[in-house]
C-alpha cells in the first residue's frame, strides 16, 4: 500500500531554517499530486504547500509564501519543504499527503488528500 514517510523535524531557533523531507513508496508522483500540511496544538489542520501532477505547479499557503519551498525529486521519490526564515508561529506537526485521484490540481484543502504520513514535529523557539 502507498507509504508515505517524514523526517527531518527538529528544535530550531527563530530566523533559522529547516528542510523536510517526505519519502514516497508505492505512490506515482508522475500521475498524483502532494503536498505538505501541517497542524499546531488546538488548531485546525492547514495547507501548507502541494505540487500538482497535472500541471507541475506548486501552490503555498498565504502565511509561508517566499520563505517555504517545495521540490520533487521523482528519481528518489522524495518531496521536500525547504523552510526558511522560521517563525515561532510556524510551529506545528509537518505532515505529507498524497491525492487519491490522478492528475487532478492539488489544493491546499486536507480533505482532499487520501493517503498521510505519521508527521514530524517542527518547533521553532528559542
Known amino acids: 500500500q502507498v507509504q508515505l514517510v517524514e523526517s527531518g523535524g527538529d528544535l530550531v531557533q527563530p530566523g533559522g531554517s529547516l528542510r523536510l523531507s517526505c519519502s514516497a513508496s508505492?505512490?506515482?508522483?508522475?500521475?498524483?499530486?502532494i503536498g505538505w500540511f501541517r497542524q499546531a496544538p488546538g488548531k485546525e489542520r492547514e495547507g501548507v504547500a502541494t505540487?500538482?501532477?497535472?500541471?507541475?505547479?506548486?501552490t503555498y499557503g498565504d502565511s509561508v509564501k517566499g520563505r517555504f519551498f517545495m521540490s520533487v525529486d521523482k528519481a528518489k521519490s522524495t518531496v521536500y519543504l525547504q523552510m526558511n526564515n522560521l517563525k515561532p508561529e510556524d510551529t506545528a506537526v509537518y505532515y505529507c499527503?498524497?491525492?487519491?485521484?490522478?492528475?487532478?490540481?492539488?489544493?491546499?484543502?486536507?480533505?482532499?488528500?487520501?493517503?498521510w504520513g505519521q508527521g514530524t514535529q517542527v518547533t521553532v523557539s528559542s
Open positions: 508505492r505512490f506515482n508522483l508522475d500521475y498524483y499530486s
Open positions: 505540487f500538482s501532477s497535472d500541471a507541475l505547479s506548486t
Open positions: 499527503a498524497g491525492h487519491g485521484v490522478p492528475l487532478t490540481f492539488a489544493t491546499l484543502f486536507p480533505s482532499d488528500y487520501k493517503y
